[in-house]
C-alpha cells in the first residue's frame, strides 16, 4: 500500500519527508488525514506505517523526561511552605522517594500543616493550592518556580470546593469555586459558584458569579457535589474542557440517576452526567475498561 500511495503523495514534497512527519502524529491526526485524498488513506491504512507509527511512538516515550511528584512541606519555623519536586523512582520496598527533590519555591505566611495541593494534577503547567488556616488559594508553576497568591473571596459559604480548569477558546485559566450557603441565611438552600481568572483584564482580576449560574433545578445536586468533596477531601478533576464533581449518594433519600456535577468552564455552564461503567472484579475486562494507550 505504501508503494502504491508513493506515486499520488504530495507532488511538492519528497515522499520520504511526508512519511517522516506523519509517523510522527497522533493517532486522532492520523484518522483526520485519511480523509484528505485516497491515497492518504491507503498510506496511513498500511501495516507499514502502522509500524513505523507505533516505534515512532515508543521513541517519544523513551525520550520524554520521567514524570515528577510535587509536594509541599512546611519550613523548620513552621511559618512558610516549602514546595519540592522529585523524581518518581520510589525505593524498593518503603515507597519513599530516593531524595527529598529539589525546592522550588517557599510560600511565606502559608503554614506546612494546613496548605494542600487541590488538583490532582497540573493544568496546563500550573498546580492549585489551598491554605486551610488563612482559607487563601495559591496558583503556582514547577517550570518558572513561581507561585501566586489569589485575592481573597468576599462570599461566606457553609462548605466550598475549589478545582482549577483551562479554557482552550480564551486560552485562560481558570479557578472555579462552588459554595453552599451559610445556615442562618435566609435563602437556606442557595448554592453559588464563583470564577477567578488568573492574569485576566483588569475588571476580571477578582472573584465573579459564573456567568451562568447554578439552575435551581441543579441545586441539590451541587449541594451533594460539595459535600462530598469536603468530607472525603475529593477535588474536582477536569476533563474534556470541564470540572468534574462527584455527588454524595448518602445525601439523597433515593439514589438519583446522575452521580456527576460537570461545569464547562468555557460556557460556565453546569450540567449533570451519569456514572460511567465500572469494572467489577470477577467479570472479564472489556476494551472500554482497558487502555494500554494510543494504536492504529
Request: glycine content about 6%; hydrophobic content about 40%.
Amino acid at each position: 500500500h505504501m508503494a502504491t500511495a508513493r506515486d499520488d503523495c504530495g507532488a511538492s514534497l519528497p515522499y520520504e519527508m511526508i512519511i517522516e512527519v506523519l509517523q510522527w502524529l497522533p493517532v486522532k491526526s492520523v484518522f483526520r488525514f485519511k480523509a484528505v485524498c485516497r491515497s492518504w488513506a491507503a498510506l496511513l491504512s498500511s501495516d507499514e506505517f502502522r509500524r513505523l507509527h507505533m516505534s515512532a511512538a515508543k521513541a517519544a516515550k523513551r525520550r520524554a523526561p520521567p514524570a515528577k511528584l510535587l509536594y509541599i512541606s512546611p519550613t523548620a519555623t513552621f511559618d512558610s511552605t516549602a514546595v519540592y519536586s522529585c523524581s518518581f523512582s520510589p525505593s524498593s520496598s518503603s515507597g519513599c522517594p530516593r531524595d527529598h527533590g529539589d525546592l522550588l519555591f517557599t510560600i511565606d505566611g502559608a503554614r506546612g500543616n494546613y496548605v494542600e495541593v487541590v488538583t490532582p494534577a497540573p493544568c496546563h503547567g500550573l498546580t492549585l493550592l489551598y491554605d486551610a488556616l488563612d482559607t487563601a488559594y495559591y496558583i503556582c508553576n514547577a517550570a518558572t518556580r513561581a507561585a501566586t497568591r489569589l485575592p481573597p473571596s468576599t462570599s461566606v459559604a457553609c462548605s466550598s470546593s475549589a478545582g482549577l480548569g483551562f479554557d482552550a477558546l480564551t486560552d485562560e485559566h481558570k479557578v472555579v469555586r462552588l459554595m453552599n450557603g451559610m445556615f442562618y441565611q435566609k435563602d437556606l438552600d442557595s448554592v453559588r459558584c464563583e470564577v477567578y481568572t488568573p492574569g485576566g483584564p483588569f475588571m476580571d482580576r477578582c472573584w465573579r458569579p459564573a456567568a451562568r449560574g447554578v439552575p435551581s433545578s441543579l441545586h441539590k445536586f451541587a449541594r451533594a457535589a460539595v459535600r462530598n468533596a469536603s468530607v472525603n477531601k475529593l477535588s474536582p478533576v477536569f476533563a474534556n474542557g470541564c470540572l468534574h464533581w462527584l455527588m454524595r449518594p448518602s445525601s439523597f433519600i433515593t439514589t438519583p440517576s446522575v452521580a456527576i456535577v460537570s461545569f464547562s468552564v468555557a460556557e460556565e455552564t453546569f450540567t449533570c452526567l451519569r456514572s460511567p461503567p465500572f469494572w467489577v472484579p470477577g467479570t472479564p475486562p472489556t476494551s472500554r475498561n482497558w487502555s494500554s494507550g494510543e494504536q492504529l
